[in-house]
């Protein structure tokens, strides 16, 4: 596997975290059969059982010489780990490396798990957890959103209704905000199978616009404002083609972007 000494060593203290939380039996179980399985039944500490370890985690150190967003302003460890940890994984299905293979959605999906993560840990440092605050903050740009009965902490809030007041607490344009959006849609989606490129929707909706003398053709892009109001498209319908085009471009870079200026807007914003 290539791995020296000192990262394997490195691993047991994350393997060791992992194997101990009340919630990893299965990975417990996992890493106790390749240690039973070993000759001589060798400990968890020793390096050849941490190399079957390392290849059943499927952990890629080539990974690591890649730019990680900065999440050392979060004081918990858990937190800051699990955001770590996203983001690698997030990298795997990007790269396509070990058993992963390239995968856009699913790239998305961890990419989604760090951006909730980190707009929950903003409300909670933010407002002190305080929910009712939280609440106000969002009815203050968003007079219409009523909370449900279902709601108890800030993880229940809906992600779109926090990520757009966030955009206001951060002073975000829609260029910043526009990548999560897309990607909490390809997350959402995914979840509901419904997700799938359709070029076919791209090209009757270019043709509508092209023929209401609606497009730009210098630029070769829609007047988005000017074909909703002459009704070439329904609003539903440009942001279904806005999407569409996006998501086909498969824009790994807009997602890692935006995960990076949230953290950094994020840690900015809580240090004033």
């Not at 203290?13 to 299965?26: G, M, T, W």
């Not at 526009?178 to 849609?185: D, K, M, Q, T, Y």
Request: glycine share 2%; with cysteine.
């Amino acid at each position: 596997m290539g791995q020296d000494k000192k990262q394997l060593t490195k691993l047991l203290a994350f393997v060791k975290e992992l194997y101990e939380h009340p919630d990893n039996k299965e990975f417990a179980a996992g890493i106790r059969d390749i240690v039973k399985n070993d000759k001589d039944h060798q400990m968890l500490d020793d390096i050849p059982s941490l190399k079957r370890i390392s290849s059943y985690l499927s952990l890629d150190y080539e990974l690591d010489d890649k730019d990680f967003p900065d999440y050392s302003f979060i004081d918990e460890d858990p937190v800051r780990e699990s955001l770590l940890a996203d983001f690698r994984e997030m990298l795997r299905y990007q790269y396509g490396t070990r058993s992963h293979k390239i995968d856009f959605p699913e790239f998305c999906r961890f990419g989604v798990m760090q951006i909730e993560m980190l707009v929950n840990y903003f409300f909670e440092k933010k407002y002190q957890s305080d929910l009712d605050r939280v609440v106000h903050a969002i009815q203050l740009t968003n007079p219409k959103y009523i909370p449900g009965d279902y709601l108890s902490q800030i993880s229940d809030i809906p992600l779109k209704t926090k990520v757009y007041r966030i955009r206001y607490e951060l002073n975000w344009d829609n260029s910043n905000i526009s990548p999560i959006l897309n990607g909490i849609e390809v997350r959402n989606r995914q979840s509901h199978r419904s997700l799938r490129l359709e070029k076919d929707k791209i090209m009757e909706y270019e043709k509508r616009l092209k023929d209401g003398k609606v497009w730009f053709y210098r630029e070769d892009v829609p007047m988005f404002k000017k074909a909703v109001e002459q009704g070439v498209v329904s609003q539903d319908e440009m942001n279904e083609y806005k999407f569409q085009v996006w998501f086909e471009k498969q824009p790994y870079n807009d997602i890692i972007s935006s995960i990076r200026s949230l953290a950094e807007s994020i840690s900015t914003d809580l240090s004033k």
